[in-house]
């Protein structure tokens, strides 16, 4: 089976440097947390420097991936299957829903889904002194068109289960999802909504007084997380 990488882009460009690029992945751990509400002690990040590839990671709880930098972008891998991205429960798309809180923690409003071979796996991301411009020029020449963008209603409307007619590689601006996300937050406004993606228990993660809440995404009922 082929895993799905996550792309998101950053403004990130001394990959050579490693105190720099230590400054730089403490500082987005520190985004991570704050934004996600992820409160664990920063060690619960683990992170890892190779010498010889010099590729710098660390992993992410909560959401369960792990970080690799390059120069221009993220390369997050979720270790999921690739055909999952299109995998969904009525309009719950698992990770795209985990991508867009992410890069949304991040600032960003946008991704890219892509099967291995486009990344690290005989693609650009083999080497982490790689931007993003040499990413995405090899990806598409790879392709051999342009990037598609990801459409949920178009695969929600497939009639094939599981779903066999998807791309290898999408883009994804997440304009619907900031959408509903905006209508979400507006139903709770005594919550502050933290993602759209949804426990173990399939509640949504939100904060209010400091605390952590769970809310039933239909139901809006909201019960404090346990410790």
Same mark, same amino acid.
Request: net charge negative; charged share 30%.
């Given at each position: 089976m082929i895993?799905?990488?996550?792309?998101?882009? !950053?403004?990130? $460009?001394?990959?050579h440097d490693l105190g720099a690029s230590m400054e730089f992945i403490?500082?987005?751990?520190?985004?991570?947390?704050?934004?996600?509400?992820?409160?664990?002690?920063?060690? +619960?990040?683990?992170?890892?420097?190779?010498?010889?590839?010099n590729e710098t990671n660390f992993?992410?709880?909560v959401y369960d991936v792990e970080f690799v930098l390059h120069n221009g972008f993220w390369q997050i891998e979720s270790y999921y299957h690739y055909?999952?991205?299109?995998?969904?429960?009525?309009?719950?798309?698992?990770?795209?829903? $985990?991508?867009?809180?992410? +890069?949304?923690?991040?600032?960003?409003?946008?991704a890219w889904y892509a099967a291995e071979y486009y990344t690290w796996n005989g693609g650009a991301c083999e080497k982490a002194e790689s931007t993003f411009g040499q990413w995405y020029e090899q990806a598409e020449k790879d392709y051999g068109k342009p990037i598609p963008e990801f459409n949920q209603q178009a695969i929600m409307a497939l009639r094939d289960e599981p779903v066999t007619d998807y791309e290898d590689i999408y883009h994804d601006s997440f304009e619907d999802c900031r959408i509903y996300f905006d209508r979400l937050q507006s139903k709770i406004p005594d919550y502050t909504l933290?993602?759209?993606y949804r426990t173990p228990d399939n509640r949504l993660r @939100?904060?209010?007084?400091? @605390?952590?809440?769970?809310?039933?995404? !239909?139901?809006?009922? +909201?019960d404090p997380a346990l410790p």
């Amino acid at each position: 089976m082929i895993d799905i990488t996550h792309i998101i882009r !950053h403004d990130f $460009m001394e990959v050579h440097d490693l105190g720099a690029s230590m400054e730089f992945i403490k500082e987005t751990i520190r985004l991570l947390k704050e934004r996600l509400f992820i409160q664990v002690p920063d060690d +619960a990040f683990p992170i890892w420097h190779d010498n010889e590839d010099n590729e710098t990671n660390f992993s992410v709880p909560v959401y369960d991936v792990e970080f690799v930098l390059h120069n221009g972008f993220w390369q997050i891998e979720s270790y999921y299957h690739y055909r999952q991205l299109v995998m969904h429960t009525g309009d719950y798309f698992h990770l795209r829903r $985990m991508t867009f809180d992410i +890069a949304r923690a991040l600032g960003r409003d946008e991704a890219w889904y892509a099967a291995e071979y486009y990344t690290w796996n005989g693609g650009a991301c083999e080497k982490a002194e790689s931007t993003f411009g040499q990413w995405y020029e090899q990806a598409e020449k790879d392709y051999g068109k342009p990037i598609p963008e990801f459409n949920q209603q178009a695969i929600m409307a497939l009639r094939d289960e599981p779903v066999t007619d998807y791309e290898d590689i999408y883009h994804d601006s997440f304009e619907d999802c900031r959408i509903y996300f905006d209508r979400l937050q507006s139903k709770i406004p005594d919550y502050t909504l933290l993602g759209l993606y949804r426990t173990p228990d399939n509640r949504l993660r @939100c904060k209010k007084d400091n @605390c952590l809440y769970l809310i039933d995404e !239909h139901t809006l009922a +909201a019960d404090p997380a346990l410790p």
